[in-house]
Structure formats: C-alpha cells, structure tokens
C-alpha cells in the first residue's frame, strides 16, 4: 500500500477554491467525419492548419509535464480523434508515461471496427462512443451523413476488444430524438453498455442554442420513468453523470447486467463545477481551465520557443490558479465561448 501511494503523482495543480485536478483532456484535431447539427454547420468549419496543430511529439511533451503535475487520467478528443492518423501511436506512447495515467477516448465511432484492437494493445483503456439514435434515417438528418451502420460496427467492436466499461454518449433534442430516449436506454442494457445522456450545452457553431428549448435532465428521466423504475445510485465524485440504477423495465430479462445503470450528464440545470477536476487542452495548443472559459492560455509557443519543463509547469499552475468558479450559464451576463465544441475538445 505504500508503495502505490508513493508512485502517485502529487496534487500540485489547485485552483483558489480548492478543487485539484487531475483530468486532461486533450484534443487532437479540431476535424470530424460528422456535421451534428448541434454541433457544426454543414459545410464544417475553418480547420487548423498542420502548422497551427500540436505535433504528437509537442502533444507527448505536454502530456508528460502535464502528468508529472498530477495528471492521473487523460481523454483524448476532437473533433474526431479517429481521423488522427496517427493516434495508434499517440496512445501508445502517452501509455509510456510516468507515473502511467489511464488512457480513454471520447469518439463516433467510424472507423472504431477496424481500429479498437490496435487501440486497445497499445493501451488504450476506456472508451465513449457518442450515438444519438438507432434509426439510420434519423441518424442522417442529425450528423447529415448516412454512417449509422459503420458507428454501430465500431461500439461492437470496441466491446470484442475488451474496452469496459463502454460508455455511449447520447445529446437528445426535443424535435429530433427525444421519444427515442427508452429504446437507446433497452438497446445499452441489452448489449451491457452504460448510457448517459448529455444536456446540449451552448457551444453550437451557429450559436442558436437556447435554455428554453433545451432538453433538460428532470425531463429526460420523467421519460424514462415512464418505462423504467430508476433509483439514484450513489454518490457521483468528480465524474460528470449522475447514476441511476435501472431496476426493471422492457425486456429486463435480456439484460446484461442486474440491475442495469444509466448516467444523466445535465451540465446546465445541474452543474458539478465545484467538483470539477478537469482541464482542456485544445489542438492547436491552449489551455482551458472551464469548457466554457473566454479566455485561454498559449502552451504551444513557449513549447516551440524552447521553454523548460519548469517554466511549462508555472505557466499551468498560474493557468489553474485562476480557474473560475463555474460556467455562469445562468447568469444574465453569460456570453457562449467563441470555439465551439469540435474546437475546443470534449
């Protein structure tokens, strides 16, 4: 026991209320092979370009001084991350890391089917795989490309490869899937996946979003009551979704698991901020201490104008030092962060 301890890395990166964190994500590109309508217009966007983007080997460095100042878990994001060509590798070598941080993955799952074995041998560890519908007309219409059987080919093979637990990410909209809410929640329990459904948060790339449309969490569980009998299932931590354990409902004999288990991540009507031990690291180089900061700090050109590790180090305490107290979405002043989502890095 003591030597487990003595191979943590220390809580040296503390924010003025307290909250230490030890989270990392990490974006390795800000492309993507969907256009979600929640998430970027059809035509995409005004990609960074190779110069613009963190290296891998600038990604690795950071990574290290990162881990080195506590990191203990780090997710990789886009964009899409599987259109890194490289990730194999990226994964392979931050699991080389010292002390190791678990390694997990935020993704859409095209092209998953042919890449979660060599993810997974190069020690890749947990994996989420963002599905907001079954229905292949559906899916069309809200990522404007006809690719639900390739996404539903890669949670398979994600699951054969061992990647456990294998957590599905579903955003619902009101006019788009909502009603689809109990058939995700019987497919997960069914295939002994662990589903949350996310609040949509207000980074749109047209910034249209507005609270009264949203759908919210007491909304998402009044439907899924209507089918399920849910009860709360514990104490959440620092993890973003509120658990509840599915205790019966349709076709609970096929279940994989007794009792089954849903997650709501309601980021906007019921914020975990002050629990909060997450940073953001964004492709081409910023630090974001809040997914909705204004405001960022440059890692990319102290790395590439030779900064120490050291000097790499205060740059990020100071970064965190000054992290906010909360995203402030309800307050009357509020302004959307100017990066969307695929910009910034879930």
């Not at 886009?78 to 990730?87: A, F, I, N, S, Y």
């Not at 973003?240 to 004999?253: C, H, S």
């Amino acid at each position: 026991m003591t030597t487990a301890r003595a191979t943590e890395p220390p809580a040296v990166l503390v924010d003025s209320f307290g909250r230490v964190a030890t989270d990392l994500r990490i974006s390795l590109t800000d492309r993507c092979s969907l256009r979600c309508t929640y998430c970027m217009p059809a035509e995409g966007l005004d990609w960074l370009t190779r110069t613009e983007r963190l290296s891998d080997d600038e990604i690795v460095h950071l990574a290290d001084v990162f881990v080195r100042l506590g990191m203990r878990s780090i997710r990789l994001t886009g964009g899409e991350p599987l259109v890194h060509g490289t990730l194999v590798s990226v994964v392979r070598r931050l699991a080389q890391l010292q002390p190791r941080p678990e390694l997990s993955l935020t993704t859409n799952g095209i092209s998953l089917d042919r890449k979660a074995g060599a993810l997974v041998a190069a020690g890749l560890d947990r994996i989420n795989v963002s599905v907001d519908t079954l229905d292949r007309k559906r899916f069309a219409e809200l990522t404007r490309r006809d690719r639900l059987p390739e996404v539903l080919a890669g949670v398979a093979a994600a699951a054969a490869a061992g990647l456990s637990p294998l957590k599905i990410n579903s955003v619902l909209m009101r006019d788009a899937n909502l009603d689809e809410a109990p058939a995700l929640l019987e497919w997960a329990l069914r295939s002994g996946y662990e589903l949350r459904f996310i609040e949509h948060m207000p980074l749109d790339a047209d910034h249209i979003w507005q609270r009264g449309s949203m759908v919210t969490a007491d909304e998402i569980l009044q439907v899924l009551a209507a089918k399920y009998t849910l009860q709360p299932h514990g104490h959440r931590g620092h993890a973003p979704a509120e658990d509840f354990d599915v205790l019966d409902g349709p076709g609970a004999e096929h279940w994989a698991q007794q009792p089954g288990r849903v997650g709501v991540i309601a980021s906007v009507t019921r914020p975990f901020c002050r629990d909060c031990d997450r940073l953001r690291l964004t492709a081409d180089g910023q630090l974001r201490t809040c997914l909705f900061a204004q405001t960022e700090t440059d890692l990319r050109g102290p790395l590439r104008a030779g900064a120490s590790d050291a000097e790499l180090g205060e740059i990020i305490k100071t970064a965190v030092a000054g992290k906010q107290a909360g995203h402030g979405i309800d307050n009357a002043d509020f302004v959307q962060p100017t990066r969307t989502m695929s910009a910034i890095g879930g």
